[in-house]
């Protein structure tokens, strides 16, 4: 599993690449399965005219308060500008924020160009109230997955 908080998602693809050689040269293909961690933010489609937008807004105070990472903010590290945080929550960047269509995107261009079988999709955000952190679980299991499954190319396997 590859823990991501940070930075785009395109320089995971060379690590991806060289355990799966490596595991091939040990002739262990049928380990050289990859996964992501990665924290997300879902809204409905429907709750803005641009829901991407809205959700970076959103979720923006609880990222910010953990420092580009899980815990309590520290003096060390200074937190993410709002500009900084949508340029990790857009195609390039490394989180999963947006509305269901924004994160079906997302999640099927990180499965087709990471070639990962699994993407564990966190919600834990520092301080995020429950009720959202339920909402995002909801939205996930009732609308994202069902998209992904309807579409073979986005749930091809490797």
């Known amino acids: 599993m ?8 395109r320089h995971l ?3 991806v690449k060289a355990y799966r050689e ?3 040269g040990f002739g262990d293909e ?3 399965r990859v996964g992501l961690a990665v924290p997300a933010f879902v809204i409905p489609d ?3 005219p641009t829901p ?3 959700a970076v807004q959103q979720a923006h105070p609880y990222f910010a308060a953990g420092t580009r990472a899980f815990g309590a903010a520290s003096p060390e590290v200074l937190p993410w500008t709002l500009d900084e945080f949508a340029a990790q929550c857009g195609p390039e960047g490394s989180l999963v924020v947006g509305g269901v269509s924004d994160v079906v995107d997302k999640l099927t261009t990180l499965r087709r160009e990471l070639g990962v079988e699994r993407i564990l999709l966190r919600v834990d955000i520092n301080g ?10 909801r939205l996930l299991g009732n609308q994202v997955l069902p998209r992904l499954r309807c579409n073979p190319d986005q749930l091809e396997e490797r």
């Open 128 to 137: 995020l109230p429950h009720e959202r952190a339920l909402r995002t679980l």
């Open 2 to 9: 590859l823990n991501v908080m940070e930075g785009e998602w």
């Open 30 to 32: 049928a380990s050289a």
């Open 13 to 15: 693809v060379p690590y």
């Open 22 to 24: 490596a595991l091939h």
């Open 46 to 48: 429907d709750a803005a």
């Open 52 to 54: 991407w937008e809205a």
